[in-house]
């Protein structure tokens, strides 16, 4: 079984910081998870020449890339990386989208795709200012429908 290996291209040092969070979580992904911090005033060129010694050295069959902002460099670095069939980019990248390609990397790439898009939008959310356990609890039997908390 083939296992789709991560790069993240992020602007500086934010690659590298979900790389380390990625392997405080998962110490076992050091193998099939890389970075590339792109540099301010670092041209564009030496940035993709470093993002291809990096998809090399993964030596693996499929390659999902992740960016931190569409439009930027380092998604602009990344379009001109990815060929759409081995290797495929996500843009957006956040914490919980990486935790959970990482959950499924043993997978075919286009499902760590999806579950990468799904967990990182899943791991959006508003979040209640009170604690849980603050809140005063409802009666059962209360049927306002206009007090909801997610």
Same mark, same amino acid.
């Given at each position: 079984?083939?296992? $789709?290996?991560?790069?993240?291209?992020?602007?500086?040092?934010?690659?590298?910081?979900?790389?380390?969070?990625?392997?405080?979580?998962?110490?076992?992904?050091?193998?099939?998870?890389?970075?590339?911090?792109?540099?301010?005033?670092?041209?564009?060129?030496?940035?993709?020449?470093?993002?291809?010694?990096?998809?090399?050295?993964?030596? $693996?069959?499929?390659?999902?890339?992740?960016?931190?902002?569409?439009?930027?460099?380092?998604?602009?670095?990344?379009?001109?990386?990815?060929?759409? *069939?081995?290797?495929?980019?996500?843009?957006?990248?956040?914490?919980?989208?990486?935790?959970?390609?990482?959950?499924?990397?043993?997978?075919?790439?286009?499902?760590? *795709?999806?579950?990468?898009?799904?967990?990182?939008?899943?791991? *959006?959310?508003? *979040?209640?200012?009170?604690?849980?356990?603050?809140?005063?609890?409802?009666?059962?039997?209360?049927?306002?429908?206009?007090?909801?908390?997610?």
């Amino acid at each position: 079984m083939s296992t $789709t290996s991560i790069l993240l291209i992020a602007h500086s040092p934010l690659a590298h910081a979900l790389r380390e969070c990625a392997l405080h979580v998962f110490p076992d992904c050091g193998n099939s998870v890389t970075a590339l911090d792109v540099l301010p005033n670092q041209p564009p060129e030496e940035s993709l020449a470093q993002a291809r010694i990096l998809l090399e050295q993964l030596g $693996t069959d499929s390659t999902l890339v992740l960016t931190d902002v569409f439009g930027a460099t380092p998604c602009n670095i990344a379009q001109r990386l990815t060929d759409g *069939v081995q290797s495929r980019l996500v843009t957006g990248v956040n914490l919980p989208m990486l935790l959970r390609a990482v959950s499924y990397r043993n997978e075919p790439l286009d499902s760590v *795709v999806n579950r990468a898009v799904v967990g990182g939008t899943q791991g *959006v959310m508003q *979040v209640a200012i009170s604690a849980p356990q603050n809140q005063n609890r409802r009666n059962t039997h209360d049927q306002d429908t206009h007090d909801h908390q997610q």
